[in-house]
């Protein structure tokens, strides 16, 4: 027996392009009721007309920069208002890494970097929880990186962020796992996302494709509710020969 999605509220951040729109797209052909958040409110817009007919469930979308507490406390709030509860959440949205060693990075695109990966991950779960425990319970994944688990040079701040959200999820899914509320990290390798089409398309390129996560993330909230796929590591198949 596996878990249906239809008729679920799920929030999706970073939901305008790349893994975020498979992953919206993907929750919506199951039958949920979807609302997603970027910061820029064209981009938001055309993955809201892009995405509906895709089910039958309601697209919803919202500006946010999930750096701000309090945009991010306004999203869920907005969330319960208009789809009646949260059920699902998925922190997807992130900051590009920029490779500068510690020396060359500046105070501000460390900030930028671990304001959105990871501040912005807490606030999400921050204000979703009490929501989902007012409601009997819920799902969050949070989408990490293999960055998580290895350091490369130049990558301090991106490393420093993943590294920080495998912690936080981790003891999140301690917490809240007597509340009906799964918590589950997803960390893929290198993926594909493309230009700023919400297209998904990988082409013919040897990375995974954005599609490839959002199939995890679904098949993941699918499982049957006495199962918790806590941490799941993803990676090309068959990745580029150096």
Same mark, same amino acid.
């Given at each position: 027996? @596996?878990?249906?999605?239809?008729? /679920?509220?799920?929030?999706?951040?970073?939901?305008?392009?790349? *893994?975020?729109?498979?992953?919206?797209?993907? +929750?919506? %052909?199951?039958?949920?009721?979807?609302? *997603?958040? &970027?910061?820029? #409110?064209?981009?938001?817009?055309? $993955?809201? !007309?892009? =995405?509906?007919?895709?089910?039958?469930?309601?697209?919803?979308?919202?500006?946010?920069?999930?750096?701000?507490?309090?945009?991010?406390? !306004?999203?869920?709030?907005?969330?319960?208002?208009?789809?009646?509860?949260?059920?699902? +959440?998925?922190?997807?949205?992130?900051?590009?890494?920029?490779?500068?060693?510690?020396?060359?990075? @500046?105070?501000?695109?460390?900030? @930028?970097?671990?304001?959105?990966? +990871? !501040?912005?991950?807490?606030?999400?779960?921050?204000?979703?929880?009490?929501?989902?425990?007012?409601?009997?319970?819920?799902?969050?994944?949070?989408?990490?990186?293999?960055?998580? #688990?290895? &350091?490369?040079?130049?990558?301090? $701040?991106?490393?420093?962020? #993943?590294?920080?959200?495998?912690?936080?999820?981790?003891? +999140?899914?301690?917490?809240?796992?007597?509340?009906?509320?799964?918590?589950?990290?997803?960390?893929?390798?290198?993926?594909?996302?493309?230009?700023?089409? @919400?297209?998904?398309?990988?082409?013919?390129?040897? #990375?995974? &494709?954005?599609?490839?996560?959002?199939?995890?993330?679904?098949?993941? =909230?699918?499982?049957?509710? %006495?199962? =918790?796929?806590?941490?799941?590591?993803?990676?090309?198949? /068959?990745?580029? /020969?150096?």
């Amino acid at each position: 027996m @596996t878990t249906t999605l239809s008729g /679920k509220r799920a929030v999706v951040t970073g939901g305008s392009r790349g *893994i975020g729109f498979a992953i919206a797209r993907a +929750l919506v %052909r199951a039958g949920a009721a979807v609302m *997603i958040c &970027a910061r820029n #409110k064209g981009d938001v817009e055309a $993955a809201v !007309d892009s =995405l509906r007919g895709c089910g039958p469930g309601p697209v919803l979308g919202q500006t946010c920069d999930v750096s701000d507490p309090e945009q991010v406390q !306004d999203l869920i709030r907005y969330c319960v208002t208009r789809l009646g509860r949260i059920d699902i +959440l998925i922190n997807n949205a992130a900051a590009v890494r920029a490779r500068k060693s510690v020396e060359e990075m @500046t105070v501000q695109e460390w900030r @930028t970097t671990i304001g959105t990966n +990871l !501040d912005g991950v807490f606030y999400g779960c921050h204000f979703a929880v009490p929501e989902m425990k007012k409601s009997g319970g819920g799902f969050i994944i949070n989408i990490s990186s293999l960055a998580g #688990k290895h &350091a490369f040079a130049g990558g301090s $701040a991106y490393n420093a962020s #993943k590294f920080g959200l495998t912690g936080l999820s981790e003891a +999140l899914m301690e917490e809240v796992r007597h509340d009906g509320i799964r918590v589950a990290y997803v960390m893929p390798g290198s993926v594909n996302t493309g230009s700023r089409s @919400t297209s998904g398309a990988s082409g013919g390129s040897w #990375k995974m &494709a954005p599609e490839d996560v959002a199939e995890v993330v679904v098949n993941t =909230l699918r499982q049957h509710p %006495r199962c =918790l796929v806590s941490r799941i590591e993803m990676r090309p198949s /068959k990745p580029r /020969k150096k």
